[in-house]
Each structure stands twice: as C-alpha cells, then as structure tokens.
C-alpha cells in the first residue's frame, strides 16, 4: 500500500487474524511468523487488510492467480491496481476525499499547507505496477517498517 506500517494493522482470513507481535493486539497470531502460502493456499482466497485503526483503512486482498517465477517458489505479482495510496495520518477515507478537493483547487485557502504536508506534490491518480512488483521481490516484499 506504501504506508510504513507504523500504526496498528491487523489481517483476517477467515480463519485466524494476524498483526505483528509487538503491537498487542489481542488475539492475534504474529502477522511476521506466518508465511503468504499458508493463508493463500489457493485462487480466490481472500483476506481482510485493516490498517491504521484511527483512520480504518479496509483493503480486501484477493490472490487471483498463482504463477511459478522460479524453483524457489511462489512470489506474488501485482496483476493490476489503480490510484496512488493515501497518505498517512490523512483521516480515513473522509479526509482523504477533502485532502483531494484541497490540492484540486490552488485557491482553497488550505492548499500550500496542504502539499506542503505531502511533501510539495501528490498526484492521486498514480500507479506504477512495476515498481509494486519491484518492491514485492524484496526481502518482506519491499515493507517499510518505521519504528
């Protein structure tokens, strides 16, 4: 997603949910131990991702195919996606939609210190599959942790 997974976040498959260790989230197996294949086992599994429990970020995550890329075995691949990701600690989905009609109007009296927030520039419509697929070669698949 691009956060930095600095807030409390939890995943649900149905069956257990998951969220690293050192949050506390109670009853919950440590998110960190569990390996994808165990919870996508097969086509269609889905899983409920919810991040930043102030802002509720809810993502359901479907595996829509499995591909072999080499002997080692199974790494995932984004097969499509749309939008950039919301900034952190934007105020959920309703903050989210004012933070767009802020940047969207250069006279909205919140604009400069708005994408001065953002760091001076923020295009919503951003996607760029290749570099998610990049990052989920890496080493716990290009998860930031900000600690």
Same mark, same amino acid.
């Given at each position: 997603?691009g &956060?930095?997974? #600095?807030?409390?976040? @939890?995943?649900?498959?149905g069956?257990?949910?998951? #969220?690293?260790?050192?949050?506390e /989230? !109670?009853?919950t197996l440590?998110s960190?131990k /569990?390996?994808?294949k ?6 269609? #599994?889905k /899983?409920?991702?919810e991040?930043d429990f $102030?802002?509720n &970020?809810?993502?359901?995550?479907i595996? *829509?195919d499995?591909?072999? !890329?080499?002997?080692n $075995?199974? %790494?995932p691949?984004?097969?499509d +996606?749309e ?7 934007? +105020? +959920?989905?309703w903050?989210y939609i004012?933070? @767009?009609?802020t %940047? #969207?109007?250069r006279?909205?009296e919140e604009?400069?210190s708005?994408?001065? &927030?953002?760091g001076g ?6 996607f760029d599959?290749?570099? /998610?697929?990049q990052?989920?070669?890496?080493r716990?698949?290009g998860?930031i &942790? %900000? *600690?």
């Open positions: 997603m &956060w930095t997974n #600095s807030h409390l976040h @939890l995943f649900n498959d069956v257990n949910i998951y #969220s690293p260790e050192e949050f /989230v !109670e009853d440590d960190r /569990v390996k994808l165990k919870i996508f086992k097969k086509v269609e #599994s /899983v409920l991702y991040y $102030g802002d &970020w809810e993502h359901e995550i595996l *829509e499995i591909i072999i !890329e080499d002997e $075995g199974y %790494i691949a984004c097969l +996606g939008g950039n990701c919301p900034p952190e600690d934007c +105020g +959920g989905t903050g004012d933070l @767009l009609k %940047i #969207s109007n006279k909205h604009y400069k708005t994408m001065k &927030w953002l520039k923020f295009d919503p419509r951003f599959k290749e570099q /998610v697929n990052q989920l070669k890496q716990d698949y998860c &942790w %900000i *600690e």
